[in-house]
């Protein structure tokens, strides 16, 4: 099968996007944007054995490669609209390209996104996806505006990737949950969204929350002091951490794709209506203060979050 059958057999589905042009096909992609918004981007590569199991099956690959660029549109509060895909494979493998354009497409649906072109190429498998959303013009959420006094939240629960990840490391059978967290992270795009005007700053944890919160306090030139025992764990992780105490998981095992975010007291109070609306959880897990880098209180051991060198 050549370059242009592979894209038109397995990359080509229609859009109900009316502001795409032009899409998959051509030499460049084209898109109207509406007047009053800006373009938000982000790029991510996910490389076979370094960020997924060589074992991952080809449409729980094709979930998290989106899922995570659709994070990090989620972290701006941004709606996202269109992606790019460069696939590089070792071969032509048809059932399995079937089954990851099959899972990417129905991603793409749920989040009403739209392939609007790409590359494919022969080498190690890699799959790098360039993604854009929009957002009201100077609405986004950033990095830079935390506040001292300000609270410290997490949505939904830390850990539960990572100790999946460590599980299969190291032969054992992860929980189902875990598992599926560490497969197909769900992006908080509702959450991120619902921010907008709320949240003083926001990012996703994708590198582990120590690392992740610390790209915050330097942005904003504030510290924080966050305490391990309201970290929100899942019971399975909870009962393995309860042994040894060892908290290394949820501080510093990344792949939550969760949303970390820094609100004001005064906007506090509409955080329990955030969640029910979003249908998720929000956690307060400490506080914003004077510069001094971040205090994590409870903790016996900080390791180190993931690094890409």
């Not at 096909?25 to 997924?52: K, N, P, R, W």
């Not at 942005?219 to 391990?228: D, K, L, P, R």
């Not at 820094?262 to 509409?270: G, I, L, S």
Request: hydrophobic fraction near 40%.
């Amino acid at each position: 099968m050549h370059e242009f059958d592979l894209i038109r057999e397995y990359f080509i589905w229609s859009t109900n996007q009316a502001s795409v042009v032009l899409g998959v096909g051509d030499d460049g992609a084209i898109c109207d944007i509406e007047s009053g918004y800006q373009l938000v981007s982000s790029i991510d590569t996910l490389i076979a054995g370094v960020h997924f199991p060589q074992t991952t099956s080809a449409a729980d690959v094709a979930h998290k490669a989106l899922a995570v660029n659709l994070s990090d549109i989620a972290a701006m509060g941004a709606l996202p609209k269109y992606y790019t895909l460069a696939l590089t494979l070792p071969e032509v493998n048809q059932p399995w390209l079937r089954d990851f354009s099959q899972s990417l497409k129905q991603l793409s649906k749920q989040f009403n996104i739209s392939l609007i072109g790409g590359d494919t190429t022969k080498g190690n498998l890699s799959i790098t996806i360039s993604i854009m959303g929009w957002i009201e013009s100077g609405k986004a959420l950033r990095r830079s505006g935390a506040q001292i006094g300000d609270g410290v939240y997490v949505s939904n629960t830390l850990g539960s990737a990572a100790f999946a990840l460590w599980q299969l490391n190291n032969n054992e059978v992860p929980d189902v949950t875990n598992l599926k967290s560490l497969n197909r992270p769900i992006p908080q795009l509702e959450l991120g969204r619902s921010l907008q005007g709320i949240a003083s700053a926001c990012i996703d944890i994708s590198d582990g929350l120590e690392q992740d919160l610390s790209h915050i306090l330097v942005a904003s030139n504030v510290g924080a002091v966050i305490e391990v025992e309201k970290l929100p764990i899942n019971r399975v992780l909870a009962k393995r951490i309860l042994k040894d105490g060892d908290y290394s998981l949820p501080l510093n095992g990344g792949d939550d794709y969760e949303l970390c975010f820094t609100v004001p007291e005064k906007n506090q109070a509409m955080l329990g209506d955030i969640a029910k609306h979003c249908g998720i959880k929000i956690t307060q897990i400490g506080v914003i203060c004077a510069s001094g880098g971040l205090e994590i209180v409870g903790a016996k051991n900080i390791g180190e979050s993931y690094q890409h060198f």
